[in-house]
């Protein structure tokens, strides 16, 4: 089966640019994840959707990241305005059940000059 | 809250010798407990987990690990290791009434020749 699939593979943005990410996660799974991973960190949960409806996104910064999750599939991550420390690794993850573990995408590395 | 803990930033492990990569966690309820590695450059790739039953499961590339209620861990283990075991392993921990992962920090293996 196809992976999670994650794009751009790379971005590069001066701050107080807008940047977004795109993920298409594996078919059928219904639960979709976004983390960010800092360099030497683990990730960290940004938001975690169920079908179309965002059911955790305490840690997401609201006042200037957005995600969606249109008809349920694929899901695309905004940062605007970008700062210096959200220069990080963004990726998606999507999972079939709880008793399964994630599958992630090959991430997108966000630098923020 | 959920959390999980790696106490060792690094492990560093001759080829052929055992290793051990250690985790400790904290949830409420019964824990879903996870490994995931993460080769340079690479997305993290599922490992093995633990869900309910024998406290030893196996995984892939010849990893296990053991599940100790009592001391609430979770370690992981290769009973012989390889010079392509050098990488990023984190644990995670869900709890089973949902779907939020919880990362460790990390823990970086050194397997030398």
């Known amino acids: 089966e196809a992976g999670v699939v994650q794009s751009p593979r790379y971005k590069i943005i001066e701050k107080k640019q807008p940047v977004a990410f795109w993920c298409n996660p594996i078919?059928?799974?219904?639960?979709l994840y976004w983390y960010r991973q800092n360099l030497g960190q683990g990730p960290e949960l940004l938001i975690r959707y169920e079908n179309e409806e965002a059911v955790d996104d305490s840690q997401l910064p609201k006042d200037r990241f957005s995600a969606e999750r249109l008809k349920g599939v694929d899901s695309t991550l905004k940062i605007q305005p970008a700062e210096l420390g959200d220069s990080a690794v963004y990726l998606c993850?999507?999972?079939?059940?709880?008793?399964?573990?994630?599958?992630f995408g090959s991430g997108t590395q966000l630098s923020v000059l | 809250a959920q959390s999980v803990a790696q106490p060792e930033d690094q492990v560093n492990v001759a080829e052929g010798n055992p290793l051990t990569v250690k985790c400790t966690y904290s949830v409420s309820g019964n824990p879903y407990l996870f490994w995931y590695v993460q080769y340079p450059n690479r997305g993290l790739q599922f490992l093995l987990k633990?869900?309910?039953?024998?406290?030893l499961v196996k995984g892939s590339y010849g990893f296990e690990a053991e599940f100790n209620k009592s001391q609430t861990s979770f370690h992981l283990k290769k009973p012989s290791a390889l010079v392509s075991d050098s990488a990023l392993y984190f644990c995670?921990?869900?709890?089973?009434?949902?779907?939020?992962?919880?990362f460790g920090a990390g823990t970086r293996l050194f397997v030398k020749a």
């Open positions: 993850a999507s999972s079939p059940g709880a008793d399964r573990g994630l599958f």
């Open positions: 078919s059928g799974h219904n639960t």
């Open positions: 995670a921990v869900r709890d089973n009434g949902g779907f939020k992962t919880i």
């Open positions: 633990y869900i309910t039953g024998d406290n």
